[in-house]
C-alpha cells in the first residue's frame, strides 16, 4: 500500500522534542508531539487552537475488551487532558501501544485527527505477521520476461520475483531497478505507506490483515510483471502505472467486503496523503461501488453513539469517537 513512514515516540529527558509525523515544509492541519517527562503532549498544528468545549481523546489499537463490544474507532485511553492549544496524556497510560489515534475539535469545528506510531521496533511488522496468512503456491506466480535492460540481474531476483509480503520489494527491487529517489513512487509512496500499514496493523481485525497483505501481493506483483519490465521507463512513467493499478487492487481484494470498523481504519491510515485517498474513493465508487454502504454504516454507528449519550454514557468518550467518525465521513463528503 501507500503510506507515510510515521515518527517514534521517544525521549524521556524534560527537554520539549517536538516531532510531526510526515514531516514536509507546508503545515498540515493535525497535531504536533512532544515529549517532555512523563507526559506526552499533542500540540495543535499550525498555530490552531482547541475548542474549549469540544470532543477530544486518544485512542488504541482495539482489543475486542471495550464495553458494548468492538468500536470502530478503537478502545479510548481514559486520563487524557486537554488545554487551550494540546491533548496531553501521561506516558504510562499508552505503554505498550504501537501505535494511537489523536482526536480533537478545533475552534472552527474542523476534526484534528492524527495516527502517531509508538515503537521504532513496529516498523515492519510483516515477519512477526506473516504465520497469519496462508504462504503462496510459488508455482502459482509467474516468472517475470527478465529484460536485457534495466538491471535485469536486480528483477530476475527470487525475491523480486515473487515478492514474500514485505515493504522492502520497493527498496531492494524498484527502486534498485529504476533509481527516483524519494520522491518517485517507489520510495515516496510505495515504500513509505507500506512501512504505514505495517505500523498499525494492530488496529485491522484478521480480515482487515489479510486485506492489506493482499493488496500489498497485488501492487507489487503488478510491477514486477508490467512496468519494470518494459525498456525506457521513466520515473513518471512507473508512477503514473503504478497509482493506475492501486484501485483495482483494493476493489479485487476484496475492499467492499471489509468490515465497517476495517473502513475506518483504512481511512484513518492513508487520511493525510491525497493521492492514495483519490485512488480509493475511484476504486469504493467507480469500482466496488460500496462508499455508499460505509458511509451509511458510518452514520448508523454515529446514531447509536448519540442514543448511548443520551442514556447518560461516558460524555467524552462518547462524544470524542463521534468525532473520530464524523471525520471520516467527512474526507469522504
Known amino acids: 500500500m501507500k503510506l507515510l513512514v510515521g515518527a517514534w515516540l521517544i525521549g524521556t529527558c524534560a527537554a520539549a522534542v517536538v516531532v510531526r509525523d510526515g514531516g514536509g515544509a507546508d503545515c498540515a492541519p493535525g497535531f504536533e508531539r512532544e515529549s517532555v517527562s512523563d507526559m506526552i503532549k499533542f500540540r495543535a498544528a ?32 481514559p486520563g487524557t487532558e486537554r488545554s487551550s492549544d494540546a491533548v ?25 485527527l492524527q495516527s502517531f ?11 512477526a505477521a506473516a504465520t497469519l496468512y496462508e504462504s503462496r503456491d510459488a508455482a502459482a506466480a509467474a516468472a517475470a520476461v527478465c529484460k536485457t535492460c534495466s538491471a ?6 527470487p525475491s523480486c520475483q515473487n515478492p514474500p509480503q514485505t515493504c ?56 514486477i ?11 513518471a512513467g512507473l508512477k503514473s502505472a503504478a497509482f493506475g493499478s492501486h484501485p483495482a487492487c483494493y476493489v479485487d481484494s476484496g475492499v467492499c ?7 475506518v481504519q483504512l481511512v484513518i491510515t492513508i487520511r493525510d496523503d491525497l493521492l492514495t485517498l483519490a485512488t480509493l474513493k475511484q476504486a469504493v465508487t467507480t469500482g466496488g461501488r460500496c462508499l455508499g454502504h460505509y458511509m451509511d454504516e458510518v452514520r448508523q454507528e454515529v446514531d447509536r453513539l448519540k442514543g448511548e449519550l443520551a442514556a447518560g454514557g461516558d460524555k467524552v468518550k462518547i462524544l470524542a469517537e463521534m468525532a473520530v467518525l464524523k471525520g471520516v465521513e467527512k474526507i469522504f463528503e
Not at 535485469?152 to 531476483?157: E, N, R, V
Not at 527491487?173 to 498499525?200: D, I, T, V
Not at 510483471?225 to 520515473?235: D, I, S, V, W, Y
Open 225 to 235: 510483471r508490467g512496468p519494470l519490465t518494459q525498456c525506457g521507463l521513466t520515473c
Open 257 to 263: 467486503d471489509l468490515p465497517v470498523a476495517d473502513w
Open 117 to 127: 506510531t509508538m515503537d521504532a521496533a513496529q516498523s515492519d511488522m510483516t515477519s
Open 46 to 77: 499550525c498555530g490552531a487552537k482547541l475548542d474549549p468545549s469540544g470532543p477530544y481523546g486518544v485512542f488504541a489499537a482495539p482489543n475486542g475488551t471495550s464495553s458494548g463490544g468492538r468500536s470502530l474507532v478503537g478502545d479510548y485511553i
Open 168 to 223: 522492502t520489494f520497493y527498496s531492494s527491487c524498484a527502486e534498485a531497478a529504476l533509481p527516483c529517489g524519494s520522491s518517485g513512487y517507489a520510495l515516496g509512496y510505495g515504500l513509505a505507506n507500506c512501512a504505514k500499514f505495517m505500523q498499525r496493523l494492530s488496529h485491522f481485525s484478521a480480515p482487515g490483515r489479510a486485506w492489506i497483505f493482499r493488496v500489498m501481493t497485488c501492487l507489487q506483483t503488478f510491477l
Open 88 to 112: 496531553t496524556i501521561r506516558r504510562d497510560l499508552i505503554a505498550g501501544q504501537d501505535t494511537i489515534i489523536v482526536a480533537a475539535t478545533d475552534s472552527s469545528g474542523e476534526t484534528l
Open 152 to 157: 535485469s540481474d536486480i528483477l530476475c531476483q
